[in-house]
């Protein structure tokens, strides 16, 4: 029996844009700085990765099931946490945390959520989409 954890298939983040991924940490590899794009593309940590992950546009980021990321904010449209994550997240489209999945630190996306059973949160989530009919108070 492997200890090692299994991928999980997504439920919202669309499969074309994990397959389309083109940078990597990959298991085993340390980086530490930030990376920045204006362009929609995507990004895969499997290693540790200590500093931020910045999309202009578009972009998706997957966090996979041996990726730890340290001190960080996470920017773009599509976010995968399969790993464990410890700092802000923001998902401009859709935010997904597998069972697999740690998130210490605080969340905020615009449009769809989905959090796994046995998944780890520690911290506030913020919907910033509109919500219909919102004043002061929901009635």
């Known amino acids: 029996m492997s200890s090692k954890p299994q991928p999980t298939t997504p439920r919202l983040v669309p499969v074309d844009k994990l397959s389309a991924i083109s940078s990597l940490v990959a298991e085993g590899a340390v980086f530490t700085g930030h990376f920045q794009s204006p362009l929609d593309l995507g990004i895969k940590i499997d290693g540790v990765l200590e500093g931020n992950i910045m999309f202009g546009e578009g972009g998706t980021i997957h966090i996979g099931a ?27 489209k859709s935010l997904e945390i597998t069972g697999s999945g740690t998130l210490l630190g605080d969340a905020s996306y615009d449009d769809v959520l989905d959090i796994h059973p046995r998944a780890k949160v520690r911290g506030k989530l913020e919907y ?7 004043g002061d108070t929901l009635r």
């Open 128 to 134: 910033r989409g509109v919500i219909e009919g919102q």
């Open 66 to 92: 041996t990726g730890v990321v340290h001190n960080t904010r996470l920017e773009a449209d599509y976010i995968y946490i399969e790993g464990k994550v410890s700092g802000s997240v923001v998902a401009r």
